[in-house]
Each structure stands twice: as structure tokens, then as C-alpha cells.
């Protein structure tokens, strides 16, 4: 991804670098790389991690309620929906 976003900004024009700071030009992508790799590192982690937790909690619930839970469980894939 690097080489290939480095190839684009190569072939970008004098006056893009007139109008852009080179140095942010340089931080941004090396941010933008580095935010990405850890979307990819940890994303699937904290997807399971936050998928049985809502689990849980649903287990719980329908032990302590299983009226408001199973209401719970309806609205719930509404407001992801949204």
C-alpha cells in the first residue's frame, strides 16, 4: 500500500506540491497507513470481543427478564441497522 500511494503522489503535479506541504503530505500518509494496519490488526478482535459481550448480556437478561430481553434482542439489530 505504501509503494502504491507513493507512485500516486509521485505522479501528482508542481502545483499539488505548491498548494500542499510536503512534510504533511508525509505525516498524513504515514498516519493514514498506520491507522489502517491497525484496523486490520485489531478490528476482527475487538468484532469478536464486542459480539460476545452483547452475548453475554443477552444471557444475562434472559435470565433476570425474558420479556425485556427478547424486546431487547429485537431492537437491538434495528439501531445497527440505522
Do not use: C
Request: hydrophobic share 50%.
Amino acid at each position: 500500500m505504501r509503494r502504491e500511494l507513493f507512485q500516486r503522489v509521485q505522479k501528482q503535479s508542481f502545483r499539488f506540491f505548491d498548494n500542499n506541504k510536503t512534510g504533511h503530505l508525509v505525516s498524513r500518509m504515514t498516519n493514514d497507513l498506520m491507522d489502517i494496519g491497525e484496523i486490520a490488526h485489531h478490528g476482527p478482535e475487538d468484532l469478536f470481543i464486542a459480539f460476545m459481550t452483547l452475548a453475554g448480556a443477552f444471557g444475562i437478561m434472559l435470565g433476570i427478564n425474558w420479556q425485556l430481553a427478547v424486546m431487547t434482542f429485537i431492537i437491538v439489530p434495528l439501531m445497527i441497522y440505522l
